[in-house]
Each structure stands twice: as structure tokens, then as C-alpha cells.
């Protein structure tokens, strides 16, 4: 079992997500350690990127801000390995195509594994084409984590099937953002995954409320929130630190607790 599945072993995984270098990599290195103070399981780290063709508004301005101030791959492989010192949870990547060929495929995967990167998600890679990084992901142990939107339907199976570290399971269709109400039968398509495989599955896009997060969390494996996380940083900047632990404690209690009305 590798280390990212051995997250959701005991418990419902919360996963909280940040854009590296917003507003700084200082800000950032900060928030991720109250990220782990306050309970999370595993750490989605977003590299910055100039077209983040799967996030909304809050993440793309995130984004923006971080390129802004010269934040690049080696900053934020940096950020990592001092993390290391202190950390021994799960870090994924959260990261576009681009960037890693831009790097090279073999360096970037291998400076995963130098500093103790467990997984990369890649929103700009369909499964069909998971060939680009599959080579390279083996042979540096980092796993390649699928993703199955409400769109991938007879794809499901054969994602499933092929599902490495655990399944980022898409809410919604469209971008990364805050959501109201969200309106897919997620169940259905965990249920699908569950007739086929065991790998864990965690649930994301547009979850912002512990009541939403409750919800998800009946059914998933876990519960993946992001825009809600990068609008306090907007808005707190280098007092975010703070406020971001008191968010992720309140949604970390309440996916944690869903264990309980769950076996």
C-alpha cells in the first residue's frame, strides 16, 4: 500500500490545497504547516502557472499573483524538501503538462522523489495520454493520480482500473470554484469505481462548507477543497496562516467525524 492510500486507511481523508507562492513562498511554507497542525491527511501543492485551463477565477488569480513574483519549480521543490524536515504527510502536486516538459519529465520526476513529492495530479493529461508521464512516474515512484469527471462515464472502468495512489473524483463539470449547490449524483459514479476497483476515492471542485464537505464525505474516501482555502489567503495575505488552520480544523473535524457513521 503506498503511502497516499495508506491516508485513507483509518480515517476520511481531508485534503486541503494552496497555490505555491501566494502571496509568497514564506506565506505558503507557513500555511502548509497549519494545514498539517490542523489535521490534514494529505497536501495538495498547486504550481503556479500561466494557463491553469482547469481552474476557476479564485486559483487562476492565485496563479497570477504567485508569477507576479517570480515564483518558479525550483523555489517551490525547495519549499518541499525544507517541508521534509518537518512533515511526513503525504504532499501532492497539483501541476499542468507544460511546466514538466518544460523542466524535463525525467528531472522534475526525479526531484520529486529527491524531496518527497508522493503523487502528481496534471488536469491537462487525460488517461488516454497518461503514456506522457507514466515511464517516468514508475521509475521515480511519484503516482500519477487519474481524475474522473461527470463526463468520463463508460471511461470510469477503465480509469478505475488503472488507478494508482487514489481517484480525484470532479463534483462538477466546468472549473475549480466555490459552489452553492452541487448537483451530481457523485454516489453513482463512486459506486462505478467500486465495482471495479478499491483504490480510494476523494471528491473535489466546488466544495467550500463543512455541511458540503459532511455530505461528500458520507460516500467518498475524502473531501478535496481548494478555492475556499486560496480566497483567505487572498484576502488575509501574510496574516492567512492563521485563519487558514482554523478553516481546515473545522472541515478536518467534521470529514473525520463522518468515520464514525461510516463503518
Do not use: W
Amino acid at each position: 500500500m503506498s503511502r497516499l492510500q495508506d491516508a485513507f486507511k483509518k480515517r476520511k481523508a481531508f485534503i486541503p490545497f494552496v497555490t505555491a507562492g501566494d502571496p509568497t513562498i514564506e506565506v505558503t511554507k507557513k500555511v502548509i504547516l497549519k494545514m498539517a497542525e490542523a489535521g490534514a491527511d494529505i497536501i495538495e501543492i498547486g504550481i503556479p502557472f500561466s494557463d491553469p485551463s482547469a481552474e476557476g477565477p479564485t486559483i487562476q488569480a492565485a496563479s497570477e499573483r504567485a508569477l507576479a513574483n517570480h515564483i518558479n519549480v525550483d523555489d517551490i521543490f525547495l519549499m518541499v524538501q525544507e517541508l521534509r524536515k518537518e512533515l511526513d504527510i503525504p504532499l501532492v502536486f497539483m501541476t499542468y503538462i507544460n511546466p514538466i516538459f518544460v523542466y524535463g519529465v525525467d528531472k522534475f520526476m526525479s526531484r520529486c522523489q529527491e524531496v518527497g513529492v508522493d503523487g502528481l495530479i496534471i488536469p491537462d493529461v487525460p488517461f488516454e495520454e497518461k503514456g506522457l508521464v507514466a515511464d517516468s512516474c514508475k521509475k521515480f515512484q511519484v503516482e500519477h493520480i487519474s481524475m474522473i469527471a461527470p463526463s468520463s462515464k463508460e471511461r470510469i472502468t477503465m480509469i478505475a482500473k488503472q488507478a494508482e495512489g487514489f481517484l480525484y473524483v470532479v463534483s462538477s463539470l466546468g472549473v475549480t470554484g466555490v459552489r452553492k449547490d452541487i448537483q451530481t449524483n457523485v454516489s453513482d459514479i463512486l459506486n462505478k469505481i467500486r465495482a471495479v476497483s478499491p483504490i480510494p476515492c476523494a471528491v473535489g471542485f466546488g466544495i467550500s462548507t463543512p455541511e458540503q464537505a459532511k455530505t461528500m464525505a458520507r460516500n467518498a474516501d475524502g473531501v478535496i477543497v481548494g478555492s475556499a482555502i486560496v480566497n483567505i489567503i487572498a484576502e488575509k495575505g501574510e496574516q492567512a496562516p492563521e485563519y487558514v488552520y482554523q478553516y481546515v480544523k473545522k472541515m478536518t473535524d467534521t470529514v473525520h467525524q463522518e468515520l464514525s457513521t461510516s463503518v
